[in-house]
Nanobody, 125 residues
Framework: QVQLAESGGGLVQAGGSLRLSCAASGLTLSTYAMGWFRQPPGQEREFVASVSHFGGTTYNADSVKGRFTISRDNGMNTVYLQMNSLEAEDTAVYYC??????????????????WGQGTQVTVSS
């Protein structure tokens, strides 16, 4: 059974940093592209960042470029999202997702096959 488990969310002051982790089980991480999405309060789910199977390709939403970094450790079956210079607008539930697409890092939620339950990130100003 495939499971994705996010962790690392919490409350942080604006300007601070936080690192989210996504531990995968029931799949070999190197065979999946991985992505992070978020859903701010009262808004639709949006793309944050994605990484291809071996980390060769990454994409970041314009809103987080220069502040967030996605990375993966296939040996640990874990994907990370390092978030720096956090802003109040980053407050959202953050979701980890896995995609069977290869040689790319999808940015559309419809391209993902498995999803975690999400972790809350709250940034206070």
């Amino acid at each position: 059974q495939v499971q994705l488990a996010e962790s690392g969310g919490g409350l942080v002051q604006a300007g601070g940093s936080l690192r989210l982790s996504c531990a995968a089980s029931g799949l070999t991480l190197s065979t999946y592209a991985m992505g992070w999405f978020r859903q701010p309060p009262g808004q639709e789910r949006e793309f944050v960042a994605s990484v291809s199977h071996f980390g060769g390709t990454t994409y970041n939403a314009d809103s987080v470029k220069g502040r967030f970094t996605i990375s993966r450790d296939n040996g640990m079956n874990t994907v990370y999202l390092q978030m720096n210079s956090l802003e109040a607008e980053d407050t959202a539930v953050y979701y980890c997702a896995a995609s069977r697409k290869y040689l790319t890092a999808p940015r559309a939620s419809a391209e993902y096959d498995y999803w975690g339950q999400g972790t809350q990130v709250t940034v206070s100003s």
